[in-house]
């Protein structure tokens, strides 16, 4: 196992996930897609994918189990939450909503869309992980596989709105956006991905991963390519859906798992790295963003600028924290996640 490879990865994919959320780095809108639209939005299917492994490779090797792992996640769900509180308030307090609505709002917050931009990810896994298991006791891996690929696929609308637009029952799509706002959930987006994982650990020594295991990423990197410039002509309302990246995450995880390319070499910390920055990075971004406001600066000057500046505060602050020996993945629960 490259965990070496595997940690550098999440490290690379929590510096694209900071790159996607300054909104704009490039002022040319073809390099704007390439960093935004195709890069970026390889990060969280692979987190996924590559959580997915780890998590089965526990549960089938010590006295772990999913209740163990989900009761985790949900402890550092609520502290990250707790720790973002103040800017969801500041975020929907310019909407007025009446003192009734108000508990109501922070409980879509807490079980949907997260109390930051970023923290979706946890209430959609915890549900993901819920739908992977329960379909998982009562039919076999191939029906599990085709119906949460029937479910992504619906899902997919988000990205090929503008080739759908036309046909009737279309509104039904525009419909459930006016209350969901997106596909990207623990329903459409994330149960295919945890799948992949599972099937990922448990078929690890079947040939279609043990076999030509570079040559299959570069097939569904092609594929994935493919489908990025068929979209990029005719965009849709997001573009979190990629039918590609369902293949491709898998295969690199799968790549990442099997490669000698820097397995020698002690690459522990980037796993730390990685983590600190998700969680952490948009409180430096939004800090950007306020006192860049009234800065006369394009927008891809901005984004730039808030960019280098979110990853040199992580880096400092991540380094304060080692040197007075602050153990901050004790406070988050996240000690031996992987």
């Given at each position: 196992?490259?965990?070496?490879?595997?940690?550098?990865?999440?490290?690379?994919?929590?510096?694209?996930?900071?790159?996607?959320?300054?909104?704009?780095?490039?002022?040319?809108?073809?390099?704007?897609?390439?960093?935004?639209?195709?890069?970026?939005?390889?990060?969280?299917p692979?987190?996924?994918?590559?959580?997915?492994?780890f998590?089965?490779?526990?549960?089938?090797?010590?006295?772990?189990?999913?209740?163990?792992?989900?009761?985790?996640?949900?402890?550092?769900?609520?502290?990250?939450?707790?720790?973002?509180?103040?800017?969801?308030?500041?975020?929907?307090s310019?909407?007025?909503?009446?003192?009734?609505?108000?508990?109501?709002?922070?409980?879509?917050?807490?079980?949907?869309?997260?109390?930051?931009?970023?923290?979706?990810?946890?209430?959609?896994l915890?549900?993901?992980?819920?739908i992977?298991?329960?379909?998982?006791?009562?039919?076999?891996?191939?029906?599990?596989?085709?119906?949460?690929?029937?479910?992504?696929?619906v899902?997919?609308?988000?990205?090929?709105?503008?080739?759908?637009?036309?046909?009737?029952?279309?509104?039904?799509?525009?419909?459930y956006?006016?209350?969901?706002?997106?596909?990207?959930?623990?329903?459409?987006?994330?149960?295919?991905?945890?799948?992949?994982?599972?099937?990922?650990?448990?078929?690890?020594?079947h040939?279609?991963f043990?076999?030509?295991?570079?040559v299959?990423?570069?097939?569904?990197?092609?594929?994935?390519?493919?489908?990025?410039?068929?979209?990029?002509?005719?965009?849709?309302?997001?573009k979190?859906f990629?039918?590609?990246?369902?293949?491709?995450?898998?295969?690199?995880?799968?790549?990442?798992?099997?490669?000698?390319?820097?397995?020698?070499?002690?690459?522990?910390?980037?796993?730390?790295?990685?983590?600190?920055?998700?969680?952490?990075?948009?409180?430096?971004?939004?800090?950007?963003?306020?006192?860049?406001?009234?800065?006369s600066l394009?927008?891809?000057?901005?984004?730039?600028?808030?960019?280098?500046?979110?990853?040199?505060?992580?880096?400092?602050?991540?380094?304060?924290?080692?040197y007075?020996?602050?153990p901050?993945?004790?406070?988050?629960?996240?000690?031996?996640?992987?």
């Open positions: 196992m490259n965990y070496s490879m595997i940690s550098l990865l999440q490290f690379i994919f929590s510096i694209l996930v900071i790159m996607l959320h300054v909104q704009r780095i490039f002022q040319d809108n073809t390099l704007h897609y390439i960093q935004k639209s195709i890069f970026s939005r390889m990060a969280v692979f987190f996924i994918v590559s959580s997915s492994f998590i089965h490779q526990r549960m089938s090797s010590l006295n772990y189990t999913l209740r163990d792992y989900l009761k985790k996640m949900i402890k550092v769900y609520l502290v990250l939450s707790i720790l973002y509180l103040p800017y969801a308030y500041l975020y929907i310019p909407f007025n909503f009446s003192l009734l609505a108000f508990p109501l709002v922070l409980f879509v917050g807490l079980v949907y869309t997260g109390f930051c931009y970023h923290l979706w990810y946890f209430p959609a915890i549900t993901g992980h819920i992977v298991a329960q379909l998982k006791k009562r039919v076999n891996d191939f029906i599990v596989g085709s119906v949460l690929f029937l479910v992504y696929i899902g997919t609308l988000e990205t090929y709105a503008s080739y759908f637009r036309r046909f009737e029952w279309f509104e039904g799509y525009q419909s956006r006016k209350v969901f706002f997106t596909t990207r959930n623990g329903i459409f987006f994330v149960p295919i991905f945890i799948y992949m994982g599972y099937i990922l650990y448990k078929y690890r020594h040939s279609m043990s076999k030509n295991y570079t299959k990423l570069l097939v569904a990197s092609c594929l994935f390519l493919l489908e990025a410039i068929f979209i990029y002509f005719n965009q849709g309302d997001d979190n990629f039918v590609a990246l369902v293949p491709f995450s898998t295969f690199l995880m799968n790549w990442a798992t099997r490669t000698p390319l820097l397995r020698s070499v002690n690459m522990s910390y980037f796993k730390e790295k990685s983590s600190f920055y998700f969680f952490f990075h948009p409180i430096f971004v939004e800090l950007g963003f306020f006192l860049t406001q009234s800065w394009s927008a891809d000057q901005k984004g730039l600028l808030i960019f280098i500046l979110t990853v040199v505060a992580l880096m400092s602050l991540l380094s304060v924290l080692k007075l020996n602050i901050w993945e004790k406070y988050v629960y996240l000690k031996n996640m992987r």
